[in-house]
Nanobody, 122 residues
Framework: QVQLVESGGGLVQAGDSLRLSCSAS????????MGWFRQAPGKEREFVSA????????YYADSVKDRFTASRDNAKNTVYLQIDSLKPEDTAVYYC???????????????WGQGTKVTVSS
């Protein structure tokens, strides 16, 4: 299975932008549809975005689609999540995940990173 490590989280102010990265090893990312999820304290893990193997297509949860942009660079074995106009409700641990096909639920993914924490202050 592919090993995934997220990075780029931190403490930011509302209205700021942030780019999260997910670096892969063990397998080529080109073999996987990649998903982004987030989990706030006391909440279920929530679907954010899914990116096709080539990076040509991406899908977003309605709650984030106007502000979030997912992309990938298979040559660098890395996927990204660009977050613009951050809001306090974006505060969560963000996870990347690899799966065999597009899925909007966590059950569709078999490889997960450890997560990177994003905290947005008002």
């Amino acid at each position: 299975q592919v090993q995934l490590v997220e990075s780029g989280g931190g403490l930011v102010q509302a209205g700021d932008s942030l780019r999260l990265s997910c670096s892969a090893s063990g397998r080529s990312l080109s073999n996987y549809t990649m998903g982004w999820f987030r989990q706030a304290p006391g909440k279920e893990r929530e679907f954010v975005s899914a990116v096709s193997r080539s990076g040509s297509s991406a899908y977003y949860a309605d709650s984030v689609k106007d502000r979030f942009t997912a992309s990938r660079d298979n040559a660098k074995n890395t996927v990204y999540l660009q977050i613009d106009s951050l809001k306090p409700e974006d505060t969560a641990v963000y996870y990347c995940a690899g799966g065999r096909r597009f899925s909007g639920t966590k059950d569709g993914y078999e490889s997960w990173g450890q997560g990177t924490k994003v905290t947005v202050s008002s």
